[in-house]
């Protein structure tokens, strides 16, 4: 693996071995030993075009973990934000850098970044995906589950970024999923039909109690991501019920975790007090992005 661009270009060994390594790494992190300096004399530039916790700190803890220079580079002070092109800004990194991990909103710009720059690329959330974050979710299931196969996967909310990954990575890793979106806001056609060619592990609804029905893992995100600011309030009237709260978890499976990729918006697409009783897995789901993160880089950046 060269690059992680989206959570389908990957394929199941592909993800099961960024989840070993993830673990394995974690466990030397807990263990209180120094990893091996992989990354040594690298340097990651990391673009952001929107707002990050998560993502950054992660990142930039992890790269100089493994030894490597994290390089912050916000959208807006770049010549990017005056209208220089992905293109040229691709070829300039393609001679400084040793790979760049980028927020922005088109995912052709990752794309774009990756065909001009020659270097390993990873996708930190654009408008259509999020798969570092979706591994994250998938390592903190296998850790509290211990494994995949036989688990209902369930998604509620908007058919964004998150769904349009989830759907791809829970299918591959084992797991049954099915979604529940208002019928304006499904994931995007080819997604669907990805999700489709699962046969029956993969449903989507309207009805949240029938995609909650039985699982053993639900997912949800906020109704209005990054960029989406102006349609708050169409949005709230949209998804007004789509919210994951003690009632919707009744029809769930006993010990049913709950994910949220944060930040929240709690009283919106998750109660408060489900959100807290479920703290420690949403917790430990914002942990796994350092290990996750870390296995792509260790993974992708590597030059042996
Ligand atoms: N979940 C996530 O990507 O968080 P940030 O937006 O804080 O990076
Ligand atoms: N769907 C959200 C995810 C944030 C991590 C957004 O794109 O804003």
């Known amino acids: ?6 959570m389908e270009q990957l394929s199941k060994n592909e ?44 990142f930039e803890v992890g790269m100089q973990q493994l030894g490597g220079y994290p390089l912050f580079l916000s959208g807006n002070d770049l010549q990017l934000g005056r209208g220089e092109s992905i293109k040229d800004t691709a ?49 903190t299931v296998k850790e509290h589950k211990g494994g995949f196969d036989g688990l209902k996967a369930c998604y509620i909310g908007d058919g964004n970024n998150m769904a349009n990954s989830l759907i791809v990575g829970c299918l591959l890793s084992g797991m049954s999923f ?7 806001y499904k994931p995007c056609e080819h997604i669907m039909r990805f999700g489709e060619s699962y046969g029956d592990k993969f449903s989507w609804s309207t ?33 007004a019920g789509y919210c994951v709260d003690r009632k919707l978890l009744g029809v769930a499976n006993k010990n049913c975790m709950l994910q949220h990729c944060l930040p929240a918006h709690k009283g919106e697409e ?11 897995e949403i917790f430990d789901e914002a942990e796994n992005r350092l290990h996750a993160q870390k296995a792509v880089m260790w993974l992708c950046m590597h030059k042996d």
């Open 270 to 280: 998750i109660a408060e007090d489900v959100f807290e009783e479920h703290a420690n």
């Open 15 to 58: 993800l099961f071995d960024i989840l070993n390594v993830a673990s394995e790494l974690k466990s030397e992190q807990k263990a209180g030993k120094k990893h091996e300096k992989r990354l040594d004399g690298m340097t990651l530039g990391m673009i952001f075009q929107k707002s990050s916790t998560r993502t950054r700190v992660s």
């Open 1 to 6: 693996m060269k690059s992680l661009l989206t």
């Open 91 to 139: 070829r300039v990194f393609g001679r400084y850098l040793d790979g760049i991990m980028i927020r922005t909103f088109k995912q052709s710009d990752v794309e774009d970044l990756a065909k001009y720059s020659g270097l390993p690329i990873i996708n930190g959330l654009t408008d259509y995906c999020h798969p570092c974050q979706v591994l994250a979710d998938l390592l």
């Open 178 to 184: 099915s979604l529940a979106t208002p019928e304006a």
């Open 207 to 239: 009805d949240i109690f029938e995609a909650a029905d039985k699982a053993d893992v639900i997912f949800t995100d906020v109704w209005a991501s990054m960029g989406q600011e102006g349609e708050a309030e169409i949005r709230k009237k949209a998804f």
